[in-house]
């Protein structure tokens, strides 16, 4: 066998636990086989904060020598398996500045594989997934995104089916019987086992082309060399801004150019403008400046600088004016405010669809308004 690895991409903090129950599982059904590995998460600059994209590895090799090779290196430069576990970061993940949007299926090796934990179809994943010249499989495990936090872990056999499943479409990794006594040693139920052997049996991978899925370029920065920096730390400081899209009226502050944050979120907010009281909330909470102030005294959110934390939602006094909704259901980062300007009626039945659907849903993590986290626990009680 030639050394295999896996990279888990994931949510700072959110699913901290759930990345590592992967890769340590990896190790330990490796070692099961007489093989050796080991399990890292990447060091980067950026603590793991709520959202930021993330990644922990596992490598295993034959021997100590060649796993000692892949070693020698800041992190690795392909994987055999990409394990993404918020569907949303298929859009591509940006969590150290200097890199800019790196696609999910970037480091993947050619004919390699990306498992991703969704509801979604094939195809509407392939839509945000970036092009790559190399064929490369999608294999999707149907569930929700596994939300928790970085002490509370959310036991909802994410990580086991996530194992089986690797089993079957990497099979020179490690075989499913060596995966399942892993699993045992490590003291988890045999409920758990149950589920890592039927997500092995349902596996199923689609081929991706080349050339198919998004032809969005993703953004790149050009950094400066060692011999093209000044002396001395200098910090520019940021503009205070001006009128909204460079007029005179309305409010716009400057903002990072090299900063973006969508890829942190995995819900947005969307805006009805109509029932929108012009309180300022929004605007004067939102931890990331994102909300731009329209001529007409409304508010803009800057789709690349929101970070999707629900924030505006939280302190908006109107039902339903503010309503994070799943990111997933966004191909674009465009102005909700240009759209609502140009067909008022339009935007006003895309938003009540999106709203609708978002109710249908049992949010991953986060609450939709105030109160609501003192509702489901007397209801709790009440059962």
């Not at 020598?65 to 070693?71: A, D, I, K, M, T």
Request: aromatic share 8%; glycine share 8%; with cysteine.
């Amino acid at each position: 066998m030639s050394t295999v690895a896996v990279e888990v991409v994931y949510r700072g903090i959110f699913q901290k636990s759930l990345a590592r129950n992967i890769v340590r599982s990896i190790v330990f059904a490796a070692r099961k086989e007489g093989k050796i590995g080991t399990a890292f998460g990447r060091y980067g600059d950026s603590p793991e904060r709520n959202g930021i994209p993330a990644k922990q590895f596992a490598i295993v090799a034959d021997t100590a020598e060649e796993l000692e090779e892949n070693l020698a290196v800041y992190q690795a430069h392909e994987v055999d398996v990409t394990i993404n576990v918020d569907d949303t970061l298929c859009k591509g993940v940006e969590s150290w500045a200097w890199y800019g949007l790196e696609p999910i299926n970037k480091l993947t090796k050619p004919n390699g594989t990306l498992i991703v934990t969704s509801r979604q179809t094939a195809e509407s994943l392939i839509e945000d997934i970036h092009q790559r010249e190399e064929p490369f499989s999608l294999s999707i495990i149907p569930g929700v995104p596994s939300f928790s936090g970085l002490w509370v872990y959310k036991d909802d056999h994410t990580d086991v089916r996530i194992l089986g499943t690797l089993c079957k479409v990497c099979p020179q990794l490690v075989s499913l019987k060596s995966m399942v006594e892993a699993i045992k040693d490590q003291g988890w139920s045999d409920l758990k086992i149950t589920s890592a052997e039927k997500a092995y049996e349902r596996a199923t991978d689609r081929p991706v082309e080349p050339g198919e899925g998004s032809a969005s370029v993703p953004f790149s920065f050009e950094l400066p060399g060692w011999k093209t920096m000044e002396e001395g730390l200098v910090i520019r400081g940021q503009g205070a801004g001006g009128g909204f899209r460079g007029g005179e009226e309305g409010f716009q502050p400057d903002r990072n150019e090299v900063f973006k944050k969508w890829s942190t979120r995995s819900m947005r907010p969307v805006v009805n403008f109509e029932t929108c009281i012009k309180c300022t909330l929004c605007w004067l909470q939102c931890p990331d400046t994102c909300f731009d102030v329209t001529p007409d005294g409304l508010f803009d959110a800057n789709m690349e600088a929101c970070c999707g934390c629900g924030v505006c939602e939280a302190v908006c006094p109107v039902p339903e004016c503010v309503t994070m909704v799943n990111e997933a259901e966004f191909n674009d980062n465009n102005s909700q405010w240009e759209a609502w300007q140009l067909d008022k009626d339009g935007y006003k039945k895309w938003m009540t669809v999106l709203i609708e659907k978002e109710k249908l849903v049992e949010r991953t993590h986060g609450f939709h308004h105030v109160g609501q986290y003192a509702e489901e626990a007397a209801n709790a009680g009440d059962n």
